[in-house]
């Protein structure tokens, strides 16, 4: 009986493919690389982009306070915004400038540890912090935010805002689905083709 369990394979939990060699977590970096980077900074440029030339484009045609009627109820109306969403901290924009930047400054530092764990990382934070930096553009140079997009019940939005609320809805996605996107570490023995 006892020579039997000597001949048992042994199996260890969290283990390279071949379920014998021990992964450390030096062979599981999981930092931003060159494409990471690339693609999140690609999408953080569209966004503020975007966000900074549909509010150029409302305040330029649009007189404060008018509106134009798209279809059914969905509104553009120019509208300004000193506060954070749906007006809160209106009265207390430094406060928010330095809350965003910080909150921003965290992004970045988490995305440089954490960019490769998951495909749509760089693409959702990159929305998250481009209309955040849009907005935190918006706020140190004119003091508030321009909101268009208007549905009437709802409180206007804009641009940033949509890619904010976009950007955490697939980031929550990626923090509550399966690991299964990790990198496999490369080093370690590797079995022959034919098994």
């Known amino acids: 009986m006892s020579e039997q369990v000597r001949q048992l394979p042994e199996v260890r939990v969290g283990s390279s493919p071949d379920a014998l060699t021990p992964i450390s977590m030096a062979e599981r970096w999981l930092g931003a690389g060159l494409w990471q980077w690339l693609s999140f900074a690609l999408v953080v440029v569209c966004a503020f982009g975007a966000d900074q ?16 009627s798209i279809a ?9 915004n000193s506060g954070i969403a ?3 901290f209106s009265q207390a924009t430094s406060l928010v400038i330095v809350l965003t930047a910080a909150v921003v400054l965290w ?3 988490f995305f440089a540890h954490s960019g490769a764990r998951h495909p749509l990382l760089p693409v959702a934070l990159g929305l998250i912090v481009g209309g955040s930096v849009s907005n935190l553009f918006d706020r140190v140079v004119h003091g508030y935010v321009t909101d268009f997009v208007d549905f009437g019940f709802w409180p206007s939005f804009n641009l940033a805002d949509s890619f904010i609320v976009l950007g955490v809805a697939v980031l929550i996605f990626f923090l ?5 996107y990790l990198p496999r570490s490369t080093s370690g023995p590797r079995q022959p083709s034919g098994r």
């Open 53 to 68: 030339l549909t509010k150029w484009l409302v305040s330029s045609r649009l007189a404060l306070g008018s509106s134009v």
């Open 72 to 80: 059914g109820s969905l509104k553009i109306s120019h509208v300004q």
């Open 86 to 88: 749906f007006g809160f």
């Open 107 to 109: 992004m970045v530092f």
């Open 176 to 180: 509550i689905a399966p690991d299964r």
